[in-house]
Protein backbone atom coordinates (compact mmCIF):
# COMPACT_ATOMS: atom_id res chain seq x y z
CA UNK A 1 0.00 0.00 0.00
CA UNK A 2 1.54 3.81 -0.73
CA UNK A 3 2.12 5.50 2.16
CA UNK A 4 -0.52 8.13 1.17
CA UNK A 5 -3.63 5.96 0.62
CA UNK A 6 -6.73 5.70 2.62
CA UNK A 7 -8.35 2.61 3.04
CA UNK A 8 -11.86 2.46 3.43
CA UNK A 9 -14.22 0.44 4.46
CA UNK A 10 -17.92 0.42 3.39
CA UNK A 11 -20.92 -0.37 5.53
CA UNK A 12 -23.67 -3.23 4.63
CA UNK A 13 -26.63 -1.99 6.51
CA UNK A 14 -29.37 -2.44 4.03
CA UNK A 15 -30.75 0.81 3.33
CA UNK A 16 -28.34 2.75 5.40
CA UNK A 17 -27.43 4.12 8.97
CA UNK A 18 -30.30 5.97 9.90
CA UNK A 19 -32.70 4.26 11.37
CA UNK A 20 -35.81 5.37 8.94
CA UNK A 21 -33.24 4.86 5.81
CA UNK A 22 -36.04 2.44 4.55
CA UNK A 23 -38.80 5.10 4.03
CA UNK A 24 -36.16 7.24 1.78
CA UNK A 25 -36.89 7.16 -1.69
CA UNK A 26 -33.23 6.26 -2.81
CA UNK A 27 -33.19 3.28 -2.31
CA UNK A 28 -35.18 0.04 -2.25
CA UNK A 29 -37.13 -0.55 1.16
CA UNK A 30 -36.33 -4.10 1.70
CA UNK A 31 -32.44 -3.32 1.32
CA UNK A 32 -31.43 -5.58 4.68
CA UNK A 33 -32.77 -8.93 2.78
CA UNK A 34 -32.28 -7.78 -0.78
CA UNK A 35 -29.19 -9.71 -1.74
CA UNK A 36 -29.04 -7.89 -5.24
CA UNK A 37 -29.31 -4.63 -3.96
CA UNK A 38 -26.36 -5.53 -1.47
CA UNK A 39 -24.47 -7.35 -4.34
CA UNK A 40 -25.06 -3.91 -6.26
CA UNK A 41 -23.12 -1.78 -3.68
CA UNK A 42 -20.70 -4.11 -2.96
CA UNK A 43 -19.38 -4.47 -6.51
CA UNK A 44 -19.79 -0.62 -7.06
CA UNK A 45 -17.24 -0.63 -3.92
CA UNK A 46 -14.67 -2.96 -5.50
CA UNK A 47 -15.19 -1.13 -8.90
CA UNK A 48 -14.41 1.67 -7.67
CA UNK A 49 -11.44 0.58 -5.42
CA UNK A 50 -12.75 1.15 -1.94
CA UNK A 51 -10.08 -1.79 -1.82
CA UNK A 52 -10.15 -2.68 1.84
CA UNK A 53 -13.65 -4.28 2.59
CA UNK A 54 -17.56 -4.67 2.70
CA UNK A 55 -18.51 -4.42 6.91
CA UNK A 56 -21.70 -6.35 7.97
CA UNK A 57 -22.84 -5.59 11.27
CA UNK A 58 -24.92 -7.87 13.63
CA UNK A 59 -27.36 -8.41 16.83
CA UNK A 60 -28.68 -11.49 18.13
CA UNK A 61 -31.73 -9.92 20.03
CA UNK A 62 -34.52 -7.98 18.50
CA UNK A 63 -38.12 -6.64 19.88
CA UNK A 64 -40.69 -4.10 18.45
CA UNK A 65 -38.54 -1.25 19.70
CA UNK A 66 -35.34 -2.50 17.40
CA UNK A 67 -34.75 -0.75 14.42
CA UNK A 68 -36.62 -1.44 10.89
CA UNK A 69 -33.22 -2.62 9.74
CA UNK A 70 -32.59 -5.36 12.60
CA UNK A 71 -36.05 -6.42 12.65
CA UNK A 72 -35.36 -8.66 8.84
CA UNK A 73 -31.91 -9.00 7.87
CA UNK A 74 -29.46 -11.36 6.71
CA UNK A 75 -27.17 -13.61 8.84
CA UNK A 76 -23.36 -12.20 8.13
CA UNK A 77 -22.18 -15.41 7.12
CA UNK A 78 -24.46 -16.40 5.06
CA UNK A 79 -24.32 -13.02 3.69
CA UNK A 80 -20.46 -13.12 3.24
CA UNK A 81 -20.89 -16.27 1.61
CA UNK A 82 -22.74 -15.37 -1.00
CA UNK A 83 -20.60 -11.92 -1.84
CA UNK A 84 -17.54 -13.76 -1.42
CA UNK A 85 -18.32 -16.01 -4.78
CA UNK A 86 -19.78 -12.78 -6.55
CA UNK A 87 -17.05 -10.19 -6.09
CA UNK A 88 -13.73 -10.65 -6.74
CA UNK A 89 -11.09 -8.75 -5.10
CA UNK A 90 -13.06 -6.67 -2.04
CA UNK A 91 -12.82 -7.46 1.05
CA UNK A 92 -15.38 -8.86 3.58
CA UNK A 93 -15.63 -8.72 6.89
CA UNK A 94 -18.78 -9.89 9.27
CA UNK A 95 -19.49 -9.53 12.82
CA UNK A 96 -19.80 -12.81 14.99
CA UNK A 97 -20.40 -12.36 18.33
CA UNK A 98 -17.61 -14.80 20.96
CA UNK A 99 -20.65 -14.64 23.50
CA UNK A 100 -23.13 -16.58 21.25
CA UNK A 101 -20.64 -19.20 19.44
CA UNK A 102 -18.04 -22.10 19.80
CA UNK A 103 -14.42 -21.50 18.24
CA UNK A 104 -14.03 -24.28 16.69
CA UNK A 105 -17.37 -23.24 14.68
CA UNK A 106 -16.26 -19.72 14.02
CA UNK A 107 -12.65 -21.19 12.83
CA UNK A 108 -14.63 -23.10 10.29
CA UNK A 109 -16.72 -20.62 8.71
CA UNK A 110 -14.61 -17.76 8.42
CA UNK A 111 -11.34 -20.05 7.58
CA UNK A 112 -14.08 -21.68 4.76
CA UNK A 113 -14.83 -17.96 3.77
CA UNK A 114 -11.27 -17.02 3.12
CA UNK A 115 -10.76 -19.67 1.12
CA UNK A 116 -14.03 -19.44 -1.25
CA UNK A 117 -12.46 -15.30 -1.53
CA UNK A 118 -9.16 -16.24 -1.65
CA UNK A 119 -8.21 -14.31 1.30
CA UNK A 120 -10.19 -11.34 1.82
CA UNK A 121 -12.12 -12.48 5.00
CA UNK A 122 -12.46 -10.71 8.00
CA UNK A 123 -14.36 -11.24 11.38
CA UNK A 124 -15.75 -8.59 13.24
CA UNK A 125 -15.69 -10.24 17.34
CA UNK A 126 -17.76 -8.67 19.27
CA UNK A 127 -19.37 -9.14 22.53
CA UNK A 128 -22.88 -8.95 22.17
CA UNK A 129 -24.34 -6.15 24.34
CA UNK A 130 -28.14 -7.04 24.79
CA UNK A 131 -29.39 -8.70 27.93
CA UNK A 132 -32.33 -10.68 25.31
CA UNK A 133 -29.72 -12.63 23.38
CA UNK A 134 -29.22 -14.64 26.25
CA UNK A 135 -33.03 -16.19 26.24
CA UNK A 136 -32.33 -17.01 22.23
CA UNK A 137 -29.68 -19.01 22.86
CA UNK A 138 -31.21 -20.69 26.07
CA UNK A 139 -28.73 -19.95 28.45
CA UNK A 140 -29.83 -18.38 32.39
CA UNK A 141 -27.95 -15.03 31.89
CA UNK A 142 -26.59 -13.14 29.78
CA UNK A 143 -23.01 -13.03 31.16
CA UNK A 144 -21.82 -8.96 32.33
CA UNK A 145 -19.57 -7.28 30.44
CA UNK A 146 -16.21 -7.97 32.29
CA UNK A 147 -17.30 -12.03 31.70
CA UNK A 148 -18.44 -11.32 28.47
CA UNK A 149 -14.72 -10.11 27.67
CA UNK A 150 -12.66 -12.48 29.76
CA UNK A 151 -14.78 -15.21 27.35
CA UNK A 152 -14.06 -12.81 24.09
CA UNK A 153 -10.30 -13.42 24.79
CA UNK A 154 -10.56 -17.23 25.45
CA UNK A 155 -12.55 -17.60 22.68
CA UNK A 156 -10.48 -15.40 19.73
CA UNK A 157 -6.99 -17.08 21.55
CA UNK A 158 -9.11 -20.60 20.11
CA UNK A 159 -9.68 -19.92 16.84
CA UNK A 160 -6.37 -18.29 15.70
CA UNK A 161 -4.82 -21.50 17.52
CA UNK A 162 -7.26 -23.22 15.26
CA UNK A 163 -6.48 -21.40 12.16
CA UNK A 164 -2.52 -22.89 12.49
CA UNK A 165 -3.59 -26.45 12.59
CA UNK A 166 -2.07 -27.06 8.92
CA UNK A 167 1.62 -25.92 8.04
CA UNK A 168 0.97 -23.66 4.73
CA UNK A 169 2.62 -26.66 2.42
CA UNK A 170 0.54 -29.20 4.85
CA UNK A 171 -1.44 -30.64 2.14
CA UNK A 172 0.95 -32.60 -0.61
CA UNK A 173 -1.94 -34.14 -2.67
CA UNK A 174 0.65 -35.74 -4.26
CA UNK A 175 -0.87 -39.08 -6.31
CA UNK A 176 2.51 -40.19 -7.35
CA UNK A 177 2.89 -41.41 -3.52
CA UNK A 178 -0.61 -41.41 -2.58
CA UNK A 179 0.42 -38.77 0.59
CA UNK A 180 -2.42 -36.40 0.73
CA UNK A 181 -0.92 -34.35 3.69
CA UNK A 182 2.73 -34.16 5.66
CA UNK A 183 1.27 -35.07 9.30
CA UNK A 184 4.59 -33.83 10.54
CA UNK A 185 2.66 -30.71 9.63
CA UNK A 186 -0.49 -30.73 11.20
CA UNK A 187 -0.68 -29.47 15.03
CA UNK A 188 -3.31 -30.25 17.61
CA UNK A 189 -3.93 -27.05 19.75
CA UNK A 190 -5.32 -29.27 22.86
CA UNK A 191 -6.78 -25.93 24.68
CA UNK A 192 -8.34 -26.33 27.71
CA UNK A 193 -10.22 -23.16 28.89
CA UNK A 194 -12.68 -21.76 31.65
CA UNK A 195 -15.36 -21.63 28.98
CA UNK A 196 -14.29 -23.23 25.73
CA UNK A 197 -12.14 -25.89 25.37
CA UNK A 198 -10.82 -27.59 21.52
CA UNK A 199 -8.27 -30.44 20.95
CA UNK A 200 -7.95 -29.96 17.06
CA UNK A 201 -6.61 -30.16 14.46
CA UNK A 202 -9.34 -27.80 12.32
CA UNK A 203 -10.33 -29.23 9.42
CA UNK A 204 -9.53 -26.68 6.58
CA UNK A 205 -6.18 -25.59 5.40
CA UNK A 206 -4.63 -22.01 6.44
CA UNK A 207 -6.08 -19.03 4.44
CA UNK A 208 -4.15 -17.26 1.82
CA UNK A 209 -3.66 -14.47 3.83
CA UNK A 210 -2.15 -16.57 6.80
CA UNK A 211 -5.18 -15.96 9.20
CA UNK A 212 -8.17 -14.11 8.48
CA UNK A 213 -8.36 -10.24 9.12
CA UNK A 214 -9.33 -9.55 13.01
CA UNK A 215 -11.63 -6.87 13.86
CA UNK A 216 -12.90 -5.74 17.18
CA UNK A 217 -15.69 -3.63 18.01
CA UNK A 218 -15.95 -1.76 21.46
CA UNK A 219 -14.40 0.43 23.09
CA UNK A 220 -13.97 0.07 26.87
CA UNK A 221 -11.08 -0.59 28.99
CA UNK A 222 -11.43 -3.75 28.17
CA UNK A 223 -12.62 -3.66 24.77
CA UNK A 224 -9.41 -1.42 24.11
CA UNK A 225 -7.31 -4.32 26.38
CA UNK A 226 -8.49 -7.24 23.73
CA UNK A 227 -7.87 -5.00 20.55
CA UNK A 228 -4.27 -4.53 21.99
CA UNK A 229 -4.23 -7.85 22.09
CA UNK A 230 -5.31 -10.16 19.38
CA UNK A 231 -7.06 -7.38 16.74
CA UNK A 232 -5.47 -6.26 13.18
CA UNK A 233 -7.93 -3.85 13.33
CA UNK A 234 -10.37 -1.79 14.61
CA UNK A 235 -14.49 -0.76 14.01
CA UNK A 236 -14.70 2.19 16.22
CA UNK A 237 -17.56 4.27 17.20
CA UNK A 238 -16.60 8.29 15.67
CA UNK A 239 -17.15 10.92 17.93
CA UNK A 240 -15.15 14.58 17.35
CA UNK A 241 -11.74 13.91 16.06
CA UNK A 242 -9.93 14.69 19.24
CA UNK A 243 -11.60 11.67 21.00
CA UNK A 244 -10.65 9.87 18.19
CA UNK A 245 -7.39 10.78 18.14
CA UNK A 246 -7.14 9.31 21.96
CA UNK A 247 -8.84 6.14 21.48
CA UNK A 248 -6.69 5.65 18.37
CA UNK A 249 -3.90 6.21 20.87
CA UNK A 250 -5.15 4.17 23.52
CA UNK A 251 -5.72 0.98 21.15
CA UNK A 252 -2.23 1.73 19.71
CA UNK A 253 -0.69 1.70 23.27
CA UNK A 254 -2.25 -1.41 24.28
CA UNK A 255 -1.18 -3.13 21.36
CA UNK A 256 2.68 -1.82 22.14
CA UNK A 257 1.86 -3.00 25.59
CA UNK A 258 1.07 -6.61 24.27
CA UNK A 259 4.21 -6.33 22.37
CA UNK A 260 2.71 -5.45 18.98
CA UNK A 261 4.00 -2.73 16.70
CA UNK A 262 1.35 0.18 16.91
CA UNK A 263 0.97 -0.48 13.13
CA UNK A 264 0.11 -3.76 13.64
CA UNK A 265 -3.37 -2.23 14.43
CA UNK A 266 -5.23 -0.04 12.32
CA UNK A 267 -8.50 1.99 13.68
CA UNK A 268 -11.14 2.58 11.77
CA UNK A 269 -13.92 4.96 12.83
CA UNK A 270 -17.42 4.36 11.57
CA UNK A 271 -18.43 7.85 9.81
CA UNK A 272 -21.69 9.12 8.59
CA UNK A 273 -20.99 10.72 5.51
CA UNK A 274 -23.48 13.61 3.91
CA UNK A 275 -22.15 15.29 0.74
CA UNK A 276 -23.86 18.49 -1.22
CA UNK A 277 -22.42 20.57 -3.73
CA UNK A 278 -22.89 23.80 -1.23
CA UNK A 279 -22.81 23.63 3.00
CA UNK A 280 -26.67 24.60 2.33
CA UNK A 281 -27.21 21.87 0.31
CA UNK A 282 -25.37 19.16 2.48
CA UNK A 283 -28.10 20.52 5.77
CA UNK A 284 -30.92 20.10 3.13
CA UNK A 285 -30.16 16.53 3.12
CA UNK A 286 -29.11 16.25 6.79
CA UNK A 287 -32.73 17.75 7.75
CA UNK A 288 -34.24 15.66 5.36
CA UNK A 289 -33.44 12.35 7.07
CA UNK A 290 -33.65 13.96 10.21
CA UNK A 291 -37.39 14.52 9.43
CA UNK A 292 -37.39 10.22 8.80
CA UNK A 293 -37.62 9.94 12.62
CA UNK A 294 -40.20 10.83 14.93
CA UNK A 295 -39.60 11.41 18.97
CA UNK A 296 -41.15 8.45 19.88
CA UNK A 297 -39.08 6.13 17.39
CA UNK A 298 -35.67 7.99 18.40
CA UNK A 299 -36.23 7.13 22.24
CA UNK A 300 -36.69 3.88 21.50
CA UNK A 301 -33.14 4.19 19.21
CA UNK A 302 -31.98 5.63 22.04
CA UNK A 303 -32.87 2.98 25.07
CA UNK A 304 -31.27 0.32 22.82
CA UNK A 305 -27.86 1.12 23.41
CA UNK A 306 -29.46 0.91 27.21
CA UNK A 307 -30.43 -2.55 26.44
CA UNK A 308 -33.99 -1.15 25.40
CA UNK A 309 -34.61 0.97 28.32
CA UNK A 310 -38.10 2.70 28.20
CA UNK A 311 -37.29 6.82 27.74
CA UNK A 312 -40.67 7.16 27.45
CA UNK A 313 -41.37 7.40 30.98
CA UNK A 314 -39.20 10.78 31.58
CA UNK A 315 -39.94 14.38 30.79
CA UNK A 316 -38.59 14.77 27.24
CA UNK A 317 -37.68 18.55 27.86
CA UNK A 318 -36.35 17.81 31.37
CA UNK A 319 -32.53 17.76 31.84
CA UNK A 320 -31.34 14.10 30.59
CA UNK A 321 -32.43 11.91 33.11
CA UNK A 322 -30.21 10.58 35.67
CA UNK A 323 -29.57 6.70 34.97
CA UNK A 324 -26.70 5.51 37.23
CA UNK A 325 -25.43 1.82 36.05
CA UNK A 326 -28.14 1.50 33.18
CA UNK A 327 -25.97 0.95 30.08
CA UNK A 328 -23.35 0.16 31.60
CA UNK A 329 -23.15 -3.83 31.08
CA UNK A 330 -24.45 -2.82 27.21
CA UNK A 331 -22.56 -1.00 25.02
CA UNK A 332 -20.79 0.54 27.79
CA UNK A 333 -18.35 2.52 25.60
CA UNK A 334 -21.15 3.85 24.13
CA UNK A 335 -23.67 4.72 26.73
CA UNK A 336 -20.95 6.41 29.21
CA UNK A 337 -20.33 8.61 26.51
CA UNK A 338 -24.10 9.58 25.77
CA UNK A 339 -24.57 10.15 29.79
CA UNK A 340 -21.11 12.55 29.89
CA UNK A 341 -21.80 14.42 26.92
CA UNK A 342 -25.87 14.69 27.86
CA UNK A 343 -24.29 16.45 31.49
CA UNK A 344 -21.79 18.32 29.99
CA UNK A 345 -24.53 20.37 27.10
CA UNK A 346 -26.77 19.88 29.72
CA UNK A 347 -28.91 18.69 27.28
CA UNK A 348 -32.38 17.59 27.50
CA UNK A 349 -33.70 13.95 26.67
CA UNK A 350 -35.33 15.20 23.92
CA UNK A 351 -32.23 16.70 22.48
CA UNK A 352 -29.84 13.27 23.09
CA UNK A 353 -32.43 10.53 21.37
CA UNK A 354 -32.69 13.21 18.61
CA UNK A 355 -29.05 13.79 18.15
CA UNK A 356 -28.31 9.87 18.44
CA UNK A 357 -30.59 9.07 15.63
CA UNK A 358 -29.45 11.52 13.31
CA UNK A 359 -25.79 12.70 14.65
CA UNK A 360 -24.17 15.49 12.98
CA UNK A 361 -21.02 15.10 11.79
CA UNK A 362 -17.39 16.13 10.53
CA UNK A 363 -18.05 14.49 7.32
CA UNK A 364 -21.15 16.95 6.14
CA UNK A 365 -20.75 19.12 3.78
CA UNK A 366 -19.09 20.20 0.45
CA UNK A 367 -17.19 17.44 -1.28
CA UNK A 368 -13.81 19.12 -0.42
CA UNK A 369 -14.74 19.97 3.18
CA UNK A 370 -15.12 15.90 3.52
CA UNK A 371 -11.50 15.04 1.35
CA UNK A 372 -10.13 17.89 3.83
CA UNK A 373 -11.36 16.29 7.14
CA UNK A 374 -10.69 12.60 5.91
CA UNK A 375 -6.94 13.64 5.07
CA UNK A 376 -7.08 15.81 8.39
CA UNK A 377 -7.97 13.09 10.76
CA UNK A 378 -6.01 10.80 9.14
CA UNK A 379 -2.76 12.62 9.21
CA UNK A 380 -3.61 13.71 12.94
CA UNK A 381 -3.60 10.16 13.55
CA UNK A 382 -7.20 9.71 14.45
CA UNK A 383 -7.83 7.18 12.30
CA UNK A 384 -5.74 4.45 9.55
CA UNK A 385 -8.80 4.47 7.77
CA UNK A 386 -12.55 4.76 7.77
CA UNK A 387 -15.38 2.60 7.52
CA UNK A 388 -18.17 4.62 5.75
CA UNK A 389 -22.01 4.31 6.53
CA UNK A 390 -24.09 6.60 4.64
CA UNK A 391 -27.21 7.75 6.27
CA UNK A 392 -29.24 6.10 3.17
CA UNK A 393 -27.01 3.86 1.52
CA UNK A 394 -28.09 4.53 -2.04
CA UNK A 395 -27.59 8.44 -2.16
CA UNK A 396 -24.84 8.38 -0.04
CA UNK A 397 -22.61 5.94 -2.04
CA UNK A 398 -23.94 7.68 -4.99
CA UNK A 399 -22.48 11.19 -3.93
CA UNK A 400 -19.01 9.85 -2.19
CA UNK A 401 -17.97 7.76 -5.14
CA UNK A 402 -19.30 11.00 -7.65
CA UNK A 403 -18.06 13.78 -5.92
CA UNK A 404 -15.64 13.01 -3.09
CA UNK A 405 -13.57 9.88 -4.94
CA UNK A 406 -12.53 12.30 -7.42
CA UNK A 407 -11.04 14.78 -4.82
CA UNK A 408 -9.31 11.97 -2.57
CA UNK A 409 -7.61 10.76 -6.15
CA UNK A 410 -6.30 14.34 -7.05
CA UNK A 411 -4.39 14.68 -4.03
CA UNK A 412 -2.89 11.05 -4.31
CA UNK A 413 -5.35 9.88 -1.18
CA UNK A 414 -7.37 7.08 -3.00
CA UNK A 415 -5.93 4.77 -5.75
CA UNK A 416 -8.82 2.57 -8.01
CA UNK A 417 -6.62 -0.12 -8.51
CA UNK A 418 -6.72 -2.74 -5.66
CA UNK A 419 -3.63 -3.17 -3.53
CA UNK A 420 -2.86 -6.83 -3.59
CA UNK A 421 -5.24 -9.17 -3.61
CA UNK A 422 -5.84 -9.88 0.29
CA UNK A 423 -7.63 -8.13 2.48
CA UNK A 424 -4.55 -8.10 4.35
CA UNK A 425 -2.73 -6.86 1.40
CA UNK A 426 -5.39 -4.24 1.29
CA UNK A 427 -4.88 -2.64 4.75
CA UNK A 428 -1.44 -2.65 4.51
CA UNK A 429 -1.47 -6.13 6.88
CA UNK A 430 1.13 -8.21 6.23
CA UNK A 431 0.62 -12.33 5.63
CA UNK A 432 -0.22 -13.55 9.02
CA UNK A 433 2.86 -16.56 9.92
CA UNK A 434 2.10 -19.35 11.47
CA UNK A 435 2.65 -19.93 15.08
CA UNK A 436 4.93 -22.62 14.59
CA UNK A 437 7.05 -21.09 11.41
CA UNK A 438 7.93 -18.08 14.07
CA UNK A 439 10.65 -18.04 16.42
CA UNK A 440 9.75 -19.85 19.79
CA UNK A 441 10.37 -16.31 22.08
CA UNK A 442 7.92 -14.85 19.01
CA UNK A 443 5.30 -17.78 19.32
CA UNK A 444 2.69 -16.70 21.98
CA UNK A 445 -0.25 -14.78 20.51
C1 LIG B 1 -18.35 0.85 16.81
C2 LIG B 1 -18.99 -0.34 17.46
C3 LIG B 1 -19.65 -1.28 16.67
C4 LIG B 1 -20.25 -2.38 17.25
N1 LIG B 1 -20.88 -3.29 16.45
C5 LIG B 1 -21.54 -4.34 17.00
C6 LIG B 1 -22.26 -5.27 16.22
O1 LIG B 1 -22.33 -5.18 14.99
N2 LIG B 1 -22.91 -6.28 16.85
C7 LIG B 1 -22.86 -6.44 18.21
O2 LIG B 1 -23.45 -7.37 18.73
N3 LIG B 1 -22.19 -5.56 18.98
C8 LIG B 1 -21.54 -4.54 18.42
N4 LIG B 1 -20.85 -3.67 19.22
C9 LIG B 1 -20.94 -3.87 20.68
C10 LIG B 1 -19.70 -4.45 21.33
O3 LIG B 1 -19.40 -5.70 20.83
C11 LIG B 1 -19.87 -4.55 22.83
O4 LIG B 1 -20.76 -5.57 23.17
C12 LIG B 1 -20.37 -3.28 23.49
O5 LIG B 1 -20.00 -2.15 22.78
C13 LIG B 1 -19.79 -3.16 24.87
O6 LIG B 1 -18.42 -3.12 24.80
P1 LIG B 1 -17.60 -1.78 25.02
O7 LIG B 1 -18.14 -1.20 26.27
O8 LIG B 1 -16.20 -2.26 25.08
O9 LIG B 1 -17.83 -0.86 23.84
C14 LIG B 1 -20.22 -2.55 18.66
C15 LIG B 1 -19.57 -1.60 19.45
C16 LIG B 1 -18.94 -0.51 18.88
C17 LIG B 1 -18.25 0.48 19.76
New binding site residues.
Partial sequence: MSKNRIPFGLMLHGPGGHMNAWKHPAGPADASVNFQFLLEQTLKAEAAGIAAFAFV????YINEQSIPHFLNRFEPIALLSALAATTSTIGLVG?L?TSYSDPFTVARQFGSIDLISNGRAGW???????EG?ARNYGRVQHPD?AL??EIAGEHIEIVKGLWDSWDDDAFLRDRNTGRFADFAKLHRLNFKGKFHSAEGPLNIQRSPQGQTVLF?????????DLAGLHADAV???SGSIEENRVLTQKLKQSAVAHGRGADALKVF??IGVIVGSTEEEAERKYQEIAGLVNINEALAYLGRYFDHHDFSQYELDAPFPELGTIGRE???????KIKARAKELGQSLRDVALEQTTPRSEFHGTPQHIADRIEAWVDSGAADGFVLGFPVSAAGWADFEEHVLPVLEQRGRHVREQVGTTLRDHLGLPFRESRYALPAEKAAG
Avoid at 124 to 130: D, E, G, H, Q
Avoid at 216 to 224: L, P
Fill in positions: ADGLTSNAVTSPLSHRYQAGGSVAGIFAAPGNFQSGTD
